[in-house]
């Protein structure tokens, strides 16, 4: 059974149309990049998967399970399917410990010492275990996204979401976090990453999906999305993106 | 009789010390008390404001909420909008009329409610403006909306706001004089009643004026001081090194490794 599983996923804000039907089936273990022009909706996607937004029309099912259905506790299927953020969104009154800590104890009900311990391994797993001390203002931009996926991997996550990961990031930023991805994607997990970063998409992930004005235009194998998609408008997307 | 101006005011201060003592002590009962419950009743208020209404709830949850909301911005927008002299008045004589209530506690219940509005609207300032971004990764983890408000929100939202709260206690100290309107004997009552006798108006309330500037003047340094400690240390240690991992670095301000505090 699928992981994630989106049926006629729908979702506008007043008037706009964001999405428009969009179905898309997750298997574990997947990793799939999402690519497509600036206003197509990816991040509304994600967005909706985690109900940061409500759809407005669809189904999102988790292992089955309408995610909308009011049975559902809506921490414990956050904790399971994270997020990072283009921004970081760290929590800038806390340590990197304490950011890895929070979420665990008050969510998850671990004790301290057993959250801190998990906190530290996922902090040594992102490299970061040297700055368990320091605050986000005190570290730079890649430093920071790398404590945020620590973060995000301390809720012993199934799967994360990953929205646009590197593009608030210097250039000299950007492959130190695409490295811990990478790790992350060799060691099974599943991961919908909305991604700039071709390369990353064409070497990394399993599965690419080409979202435009709201729709999936193609979602195939990174082999033919990049050598001979199907799609003229995917075609003309890579086209402007590899020529500029 | 012509005694000099200096000689005046010693005067007044060895026959009625005991006066502006106690006036000076009712005054910073009733600001400390009125402006430490007004934070109080403010958080709360702010807090209520800002609970975001998710089409998840229940109509139920939605209408108490609104009606909730509705009595808050009511009570904001009644006691800003009137002095509280005129408070202290219409508490006094009508609400209280007949309750034998004391002076002092009247003081403090007036003062708490008025500085209450004043501290809503700068607490929900200083929720509004911790960008959203934060509150969204506490989501995104599972955190709820209490959760995300007392472990991310509100610690950066008061420490922000310090300034301001500083600022409300500073007018606290210096307007508690309205309420000698109802006979609270607090500094100025007093130095007033010190000044009638011997007709050292001048003097008396100059030495009321220095008082009230020594009481700001020495509340506004604790609050720095209390700022200063929340901001906690500018530095931090960094575990281990590449030669050496048991090495423990400090990282100082302005250090080599990143500049930005
Ligand atoms: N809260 C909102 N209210 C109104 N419109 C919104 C809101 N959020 C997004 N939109 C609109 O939805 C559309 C899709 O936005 P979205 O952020 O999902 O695009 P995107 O594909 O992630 O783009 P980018 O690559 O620039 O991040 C845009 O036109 C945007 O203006
Ligand atoms: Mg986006």
Redesign the pocket.
């Known amino acids: 059974m699928a992981v994630i599983e989106l049926s006629h996923l729908e979702k506008s804000f007043g008037e706009i149309e964001v999405l428009k039907d969009i179905s898309l089936s997750v298997d574990k273990g997947e990793v799939i990049s999402v690519i497509g022009a600036?206003?197509s909706g990816?991040?509304?996607m994600?967005r909706c998967i985690n109900l940061l937004e409500k759809p407005s029309g669809g189904k999102i099912c988790f292992h089955g399970k309408d995610i909308m259905d009011k049975g559902l506790n809506l921490s414990e299927y956050r904790a399971k399917v994270g997020m990072v953020f283009?921004q970081f969104n760290l929590f800038e009154n806390m340590t990197a410990l304490q950011n890895c800590v929070v979420g665990q104890i008050k969510v998850l009900r671990r004790r301290k010492e057993e959250a801190e311990e998990v906190a530290r391994e996922n902090l040594a797993r992102v490299g970061m275990l040297q700055y368990i001390n320091a605050k986000p203002r005190q570290l730079s931009g890649g430093q920071k996204q790398r404590v945020a996926i620590a973060r995000t991997l301390s809720m012993n996550p199934e799967v994360i979401l990953f929205?646009?990961p590197t593009?608030a990031l210097d250039p000299e930023m950007v492959g130190e976090v695409l490295a811990v991805m990478r790790t992350l994607a060799e060691s099974g997990y599943t991961m919908i990453v909305?991604t700039h970063e071709m390369g990353f998409a064409k070497d990394v992930s399993n599965r690419v999906i080409f979202m435009d004005k709201g729709v999936v235009v193609e979602d195939d194998t990174p082999s033919v999305i990049f050598q001979n998609p199907k799609v003229q408008r995917t075609k003309e997307f890579l086209a402007r993106y590899f020529a500029s | 009789m012509s005694l000099s101006f200096l000689e005046k005011v010693l005067f007044l201060i060895e026959r009625y010390y005991p006066l502006f003592l106690s006036g000076m002590a009712t005054t910073m009962l009733i600001a400390i008390t009125g402006t430490v419950a007004g934070f109080v009743i403010g958080l709360v208020v702010a807090v209520i404001r800002t609970i975001p209404v998710s089409e998840h709830d229940s109509k139920f949850k939605k209408i108490a909420l609104a009606i909730v909301k509705f009595i808050c911005v009511a009570y904001i927008e009644v006691f800003r909008g009137t002095p509280m002299m005129i408070q202290a008045a219409v508490f006094y004589y009508g609400i209280f009329m007949g309750v034998n209530i004391d002076l002092t506690l009247a003081a403090f219940v007036i003062v708490s409610i008025n500085t209450g509005a004043y501290m809503a609207e700068i607490i929900r300032g200083g929720i509004i403006s911790i960008d959203k971004g934060q509150t969204e990764g506490a989501y995104s983890i599972g955190m709820n909306h209490r959760q995300t408000m007392t472990s991310v929100v509100l610690p950066q939202a008061i420490r922000n706001i310090m300034p301001s709260v500083g600022n409300e206690f500073v007018v606290n100290i210096k307007d508690t004089s309205v309420l000698n309107v109802i006979g609270v004997a607090e500094l100025y009552f007093q130095s007033r009643s010190a000044a009638g006798t011997y007709a050292m108006a001048f003097q008396s309330f100059t030495i009321a004026a220095v008082i009230y500037f020594f009481l700001t003047f020495i509340v506004t340094r604790i609050l720095r001081l209390i700022e200063r400690r929340m901001d906690g240390p500018k530095s931090y240690v960094i575990y281990g090194s590449q030669t050496n991992p048991d090495a423990e670095i400090r990282i100082k301000k302005g250090g080599a490794r990143n500049g930005r505090y």
């Open positions: 600036s206003g990816k991040s509304t994600l283009q929205d646009e593009s909305v």
